[in-house]
C-alpha cells in the first residue's frame, strides 16, 4: 500500500469523534487564553484579522472554512470568559456599608482568626440580586445551611496573598466581595424570584436528609471514622481532625477524603448491579444517571462533586453504547460542559484539573502499566488495582509538584493499601448510617463492621504518615510540567501503536 496516499477512515465515528474533540479542545483554548487577562476586543479582532490573512492563501474552500469555524469557537470560549468575569451587581456597592439579605449557602468553616460561610445574596439595600458573599465572623455562632438571615457591614474586595491568587479562587466559587464581622440578624424568609425559591428549597431538604445521615453515622461509629465516614460518603469534611488530614496529605490520598470519582463510580456500578435485575440494560443505566444526580444533590453540589457526577454520568452512557462512544470526546466534553458554566475552573481550580488528569491516565496510562508491570501472578484484581493507581499517580503527578511542589513518597502503596477497601466502607457506612436513623439503639451495633473497616483504613494512613521521608519538597515549573505530560503523551501513544501491533500480529 502507498503510504503516502490518503485513506479514507476504516471507521467513520472515528473522524467525527476526531473533530468533535478539536472543536472542545479550541473552545477550551479560548476560556483558557481569556483567562490571563487579555482584552477580548483585541484578541477577538486580532484572530479574525488573522484568518482573513490566512484565507488569502489558503485554496481550497473546506479549509478556509475549517480555519474560520476555528477561530468562531475559539472567539466563543474567550466571550463565554468575558461575559463570566464582567461587573456584578454585589461590586456596585464596593466600599460601602450595605444591607444584605439572604440564606446561608455552604458549611460554616473554622478558620485561624474565627469562622467564614457563603452568603447566597438575595438582595442588596432592597436590589434583587442572586450571587455568593463570603462573609468573615467569630467562630460563634455556627450558621447553618439555609439559614435566613440580614447581613449589615461593609462590602470590600478580596486580595491576594503571596503567590496565591486568592480573588481567583473566589471567582471560582462566585463569590466577588466579602465581609468582615459584619452585625447579623436572624431573619425570616426572604423575598426571591420563583427560580431562587425552588433552588433553596431542594437544597434546604437534601442538607435535612445529609444532615440526618450524617447524625446517624456519628451515633453507630466513634470519632473519628465517623469523620472519616462522613467525608467519603456525603462529602463533609469538617470533623476530620487535623492531625488525621495532615497524615492523609502527607501520604497523597487526601483524595479519599471528598466525594471524587472514585466514589461515584462505585455507587453508580451499585446502582447499576442493583438495577440489572429488574431492567434491561439501556433503561437501567439512564436510572443510575438519575441516582448519581441525586447522589450529587445529596453530598452538596460542590464543583468537584458535580465534575465526578458528570465524568460517571458519561462513562455509564458509553458503556451503554458499546464502543460508538470515544473516551476523549468524553473527557474533554466533560471538560468543556463545566468550563463553560464556570469558566474559572479552568485555571483556578486545581480539583477540576487533578480529576481530569486522574481520568486521563486511567484510560490512557494504564494499559501503559500493564505492558510495563507484568505482575498477573499476584492476582487479577491486585493487579487492576495497582497498574490503575499507577497510571492516576503517574498522570497527576506534574500537577501535584508544580502546584504544591511536594512528593508523597508513600502514595502508590498508601492508595494501594485503602482504595480496595473503600466501597465496603461505604456500604458498611450507609447501613450503619441508616440503621441508626430508623433505630438509633441498634445503630452501635450496625456500626461495629463499618467500624472495623474505616479504622483499618485510618490505622494504615497513620503508619504510612510516620516513617521517615513520607513527603519530599519537589517544585516544578510550568514549563517543565508541559513537557512532563508531552513526554506522557507520546509514551501513551507509542504503547497504544505497540498493542494494536500485537494484537494484528504485526509486531
Not at 5 to 17: K, L, M, Q, T
Not at 61 to 82: D, E, H, K, N, S
Not at 365 to 383: K, Y
Not at 446 to 473: E, H, M, N, T
Request: hydrophobic share 55%; charged share 15%; glycine share 8%.
Amino acid at each position: 500500500m502507498d503510504v503516502g496516499r490518503r485513506v479514507a477512515p476504516d471507521n467513520p465515528s472515528c473522524y467525527v469523534s476526531a473533530m468533535a474533540s478539536a472543536v472542545l479542545a479550541v473552545f477550551l483554548a479560548g476560556i483558557f487564553v481569556a483567562t490571563f487577562g487579555f482584552p477580548f476586543s483585541m484578541l477577538a479582532w486580532a484572530a479574525v484579522f488573522c484568518a482573513a490573512c490566512a484565507g488569502l492563501f489558503v485554496r481550497s474552500r473546506q479549509r478556509l472554512l475549517v480555519l474560520v469555524v476555528v477561530v468562531l469557537i475559539f472567539a466563543g470560549g474567550m466571550f463565554r470568559y468575558g461575559i463570566a468575569d464582567r461587573p456584578t451587581a454585589v461590586q456596585s456597592h464596593a466600599g460601602s456599608e450595605a444591607a444584605i439579605s439572604g440564606y446561608v449557602d455552604g458549611d460554616f468553616e473554622l478558620t485561624s482568626s474565627g469562622g467564614r460561610f457563603y452568603l447566597r445574596a438575595t438582595s442588596v439595600d432592597g436590589i434583587v440580586v442572586a450571587e455568593r458573599v463570603l462573609v468573615l465572623t467569630r467562630a460563634w455562632p455556627r450558621y447553618e445551611r439555609g439559614q435566613f438571615l440580614r447581613v449589615t457591614g461593609r462590602l470590600e474586595y478580596p486580595v491576594n496573598s503571596g503567590d496565591f491568587d486568592y480573588v481567583s479562587y473566589l471567582k471560582k466559587e462566585g463569590v466577588r466581595m466579602l465581609a468582615r464581622y459584619p452585625d447579623m440578624d436572624e431573619s425570616g424568609p426572604v423575598l426571591m424570584p420563583v427560580s431562587e425559591r425552588m433552588r433553596y428549597r431542594t437544597f434546604l431538604y437534601l442538607n435535612r436528609v445529609r444532615d440526618a445521615m450524617a447524625d446517624g453515622v456519628r451515633t453507630a461509629v466513634p470519632e473519628p471514622s465517623a469523620a472519616y465516614l462522613n467525608g467519603i460518603l456525603l462529602g463533609m469534611r469538617s470533623d476530620i481532625p487535623d492531625d488525621l488530614a495532615g497524615a492523609f496529605a502527607a501520604t497523597g490520598t487526601t483524595h479519599v477524603l471528598a466525594i471524587s470519582g472514585y466514589n461515584i463510580t462505585i455507587v453508580a456500578q451499585g446502582l447499576l448491579l442493583a438495577l440489572l435485575y429488574v431492567l434491561d440494560r439501556r433503561k437501567a443505566v439512564w436510572v443510575a444517571v438519575a441516582g448519581i444526580a441525586a447522589f450529587a444533590l445529596l453530598t452538596g453540589a460542590s464543583a468537584s462533586v458535580v465534575r465526578a457526577a458528570i465524568m460517571g454520568s458519561l462513562v455509564l452512557v458509553a458503556q451503554a453504547f458499546g464502543s460508538r462512544l470515544k473516551p476523549l470526546p468524553l473527557i474533554i466534553g466533560a471538560a468543556a460542559l463545566m468550563a463553560a458554566y464556570n469558566p474559572y475552573v479552568l485555571r483556578y481550580d486545581v480539583g477540576f484539573q487533578l480529576s481530569f488528569a486522574a481520568v486521563a491516565g486511567l484510560i490512557y496510562l494504564t494499559p501503559v502499566m500493564e505492558l510495563w508491570i507484568p505482575v498477573r501472578a499476584l492476582g487479577r484484581n491486585f493487579a487492576g488495582m495497582l497498574h490503575a493507581t499507577l497510571a492516576a499517580q503517574i498522570a497527576t503527578l506534574p500537577l501535584i509538584l508544580y502546584h504544591f511542589g511536594t512528593l508523597s513518597v508513600y502514595a502508590l502503596p498508601a492508595n494501594v493499601v485503602i482504595l480496595p477497601l473503600i466501597p465496603y466502607a461505604m456500604a458498611l457506612g450507609a447501613v450503619a448510617g441508616i440503621g441508626a436513623f430508623v433505630a438509633p439503639v441498634v445503630g452501635p451495633v450496625l456500626g461495629y463492621p463499618a467500624l472495623a473497616v474505616s479504622g483499618a483504613q485510618l490505622a494504615a494512613i497513620r503508619s504510612f504518615a510516620v516513617l521517615p521521608g513520607a513527603s519530599v519538597s519537589i517544585p516544578l515549573s510550568w514549563a517543565t510540567a508541559v513537557v512532563c505530560y508531552a513526554l506522557l503523551v507520546v509514551i501513551a501513544r507509542q504503547s497504544g501503536l505497540r498493542h494494536t501491533q500485537r494484537e494484528r500480529g504485526v509486531a
